[in-house]
């Protein structure tokens, strides 16, 4: 299968589960995840149609950045305090603010840059050691907390990992957890938090996601296929 078949298939199934959820297929954002894949390739998906990109490190969008066609970026993984400087003036959306500490260097590197920068809370709602986010009782002071303390960040929506299911129907739960904190906000618009996205869903479990509301999918592996872990290596 090629890239652009593969998009075209993902986007059919999108569209399958955003009618059961009352929506259509142009209400949920496909963003292709390209860890350790080529600009070609990357170049390639955005020749099909994809127009966001998510990258999980901060050295993959310099490696990658000046080679690849027009497209809004996401900095989809942990990102470290250090780093922020490094793409502050080119992704669209940071997925991964976890703490009031990380907000405030990205309010500074965008005061720097006399910017506002959109982000999402990623929230740990299944609680994983292994994955970063914070919980779902945490979720209101830390929104709070930016809002109160970062002028140079407006607070986009939430994002979240569930854990990896045999069947993703499993995985329901923790895109619901995350779903009712969204709601509570999504009718607030203020000049910090205006929700626009809940970033849930990856190839894996995109489809119960979006019935659960997910309005943002994450898909790497079902448009590209597997990785190459060895490059990680090198």
């Known amino acids: 299968m090629s890239i652009k ?4 298939y993902i986007n059919e199934l999108k569209a399958a589960a955003a009618e059961k959820s009352g929506r259509t297929g142009d209400d949920v954002l496909l963003v292709a995840v390209t ?16 127009t966001d ?18 497209v809004r970026w996401h900095l989809i993984g942990h990102l470290q305090t250090n780093k922020v400087k490094y793409i502050i003036d080119k992704v669209s959306l940071i997925h991964s ?3 009031l500490h990380l907000a405030k260097e990205i309010n500074k590197r965008a005061q720097q840059h006399d910017l506002t920068m959109d982000i999402l809370i990623q929230v740990n709602s299944a ?27 407006k607070i986009k929506g939430l994002m979240c990992i569930a854990p990896f ?14 779903k009712k904190i969204y709601d509570k ?4 618009e203020s000049d910090r938090v205006d929700f626009e996205y809940l970033s849930m869903g990856m190839t894996n479990d995109f489809e119960a996601a979006i019935e659960e509301g997910s309005n ?12 190459d872990y060895r490059k990680e290596e090198k």
């Open 53 to 70: 990109i998510g990258e999980n490190k901060v050295q993959e969008i310099m490696d990658k950045f000046d080679r690849v066609k027009p």
């Open 216 to 227: 943002l999918i994450r898909v790497g592996t079902a448009i590209f296929g597997y990785r």
């Open 97 to 99: 603010v976890d703490s």
């Open 35 to 50: 860890k350790l894949h080529t600009p070609e390739e990357m170049n390639e998906a955005i020749d099909a149609g994809i």
């Open 5 to 8: 078949s593969n998009i075209e």
């Open 165 to 178: 299911e045999q069947d993703p129907n499993d995985a329901r739960e923790y895109f619901a957890e995350v």
């Open 185 to 188: 906000y999504v009718n607030e």
């Open 127 to 153: 609680e994983e050691d292994s994955k970063f986010g914070i919980t779902t009782d945490e979720t209101d002071q830390l929104i709070r907390d930016i809002a109160e303390q970062c002028p140079n960040i």
